[in-house]
């Protein structure tokens, strides 16, 4: 054993015993309220593994999955996330966090019920992921209230009925995603209204109708729709003052003449737009784009493929199954 090792290990221990030592009360930063709260949450989830940490005689604030704020000391962050174990419904308790910022209840396949209405209480929320869960029922209308959301992603459950106008009145939404859930109806004039631009996630969904007028003046970055029942003319989401980067719009019923669209976001870079009753043609314009990702099979397209541009390098599965397109990938003309 050489002298550095020896000397080293004393220290280790002295640290570990330091560690190792209570709290005393006096120096615990955790609020009472919102320590009981926290064990409430962990009773009705009926004391899960991953909770284990959270012990009523350690400080809350050094607790998994939460966090205190800085200055105040309450509970500001709750993500409980990745476990398959964790079984039952959203705690009505939740709503007894009035700090709280961010609430995330992620990847939780045994997580099921409704979105309770207690979280509405909870006015500071900024981030709420309710997403990758067994949550059903309705998108709450209580949303709209909790005007500082900034990001608000109830994806991938099983929510159903119609998406609420409401949340259209958000005015710092950068994120609204709802998409792989049961919703049904119409997409609400109201979202093309929405101020700030958010990304729209509505995919894999039941949606039926036209996209709303007021999308035309709306300036989305990315938005997804794909995968509905979604009909009529979206060509008013392209023009060259845009400023979109991503659209996905494939497996819907869209129809229009793609040869009058003659103008695109300079900044796209990813078009889908795959199983469509899209006819026309493809316009030069398209072909001077740098995109990346683009998908246009499964239309009723004819006439050439531009030849000159980025269009080749798609491939050919990114034409198949048109009216008449022609020219590389595909075919001679
Ligand atoms: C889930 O439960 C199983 C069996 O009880 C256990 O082995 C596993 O560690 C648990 N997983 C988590 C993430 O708690
Ligand atoms: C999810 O909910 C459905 C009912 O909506 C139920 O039949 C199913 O067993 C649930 N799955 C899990 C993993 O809890
Ligand atoms: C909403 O956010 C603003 C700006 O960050 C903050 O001043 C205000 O207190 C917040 N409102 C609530 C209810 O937390
Ligand atoms: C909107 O959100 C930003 C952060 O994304 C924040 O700085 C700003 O204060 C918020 N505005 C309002 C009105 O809540
Ligand atoms: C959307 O905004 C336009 C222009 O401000 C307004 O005329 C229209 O009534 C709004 N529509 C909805 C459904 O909010
Ligand atoms: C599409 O528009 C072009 C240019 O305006 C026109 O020549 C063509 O006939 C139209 N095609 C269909 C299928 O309406
Ligand atoms: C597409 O069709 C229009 C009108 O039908 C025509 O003027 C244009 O040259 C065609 N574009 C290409 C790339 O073939
Ligand atoms: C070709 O595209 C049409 C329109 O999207 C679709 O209905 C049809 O199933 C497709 N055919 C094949 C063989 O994929
Ligand atoms: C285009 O979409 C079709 C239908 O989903 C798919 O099979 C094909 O692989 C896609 N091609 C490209 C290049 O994205």
């Known amino acids: 054993m050489n002298i550095e090792s020896s000397s080293f290990y004393p220290i280790l221990c002295i640290c570990m015993i330091l560690l190792c030592l209570p709290n005393n009360s006096a120096s615990e930063r955790c609020n009472n309220n919102d320590k009981q709260v926290l064990l409430g949450i962990k009773e009705a989830f009926k004391n899960p593994h991953l909770l284990a940490s959270w012990v009523p005689s350690e400080d809350c604030c050094d607790w998994y999955l939460v966090k205190c704020g800085e200055t105040n000391n309450r509970i500001v962050s709750l993500t409980i996330q990745d476990d398959d174990n964790l079984t039952g419904q959203i705690p009505p308790q939740v709503g ?3 700090y709280l910022e961010t609430l995330w209840f992620y990847k939780l396949p045994n997580l099921y019920g409704a979105i309770p209405e207690q979280i509405s209480a909870l006015t500071s929320l900024k981030s709420v992921r309710l997403s990758w869960t067994n949550l059903s029922g309705p998108v709450p209308i209580f949303f709209a209230q909790l005007t500082n959301l900034t990001y608000l992603d109830l994806s991938s459950n099983k929510l159903n009925g119609v998406i609420p106008s409401q949340l259209s009145t958000l005015k710092n939404l950068s994120a609204l995603h709802l998409d792989r859930n049961h919703l ?25 109708g036209f996209v709303p007028q007021t999308f035309a003046s709306s300036d989305p970055i990315r938005i997804d729709l794909s995968w509905n029942s979604l009909e009529g003319d979206i060509s008013f989401f392209f023009g060259t003052k845009k400023r979109l980067e991503t659209a996905d719009f494939s497996r ?6 793609f040869s009058k669209v003659q103008q695109f976001p300079p900044s796209l870079i990813y078009l889908d737009l795959n199983h469509n009753q899209i006819s026309g043609n493809l316009s030069t314009a398209l072909a001077k784009l740098q995109l990346q990702t683009f998908n246009v099979s499964n239309n009723k397209l004819c006439g050439m493929i531009p030849a000159e541009g980025n269009l080749e390098r798609f491939g050919n599965t990114a034409y198949l199954n048109n009216t008449c397109l022609c020219g590389a990938p595909l075919p001679k003309c």
């Open 252 to 257: 819907n019923t869209f129809s229009f003449n």
């Open 184 to 208: 049904t109806g119409e997409i609400p004039a109201a979202y093309g209204n929405i101020s700030g631009s958010p990304d729209i996630y509505l995919s894999h969904n039941h949606l039926t």
């Open 96 to 98: 007894g966090l009035p």
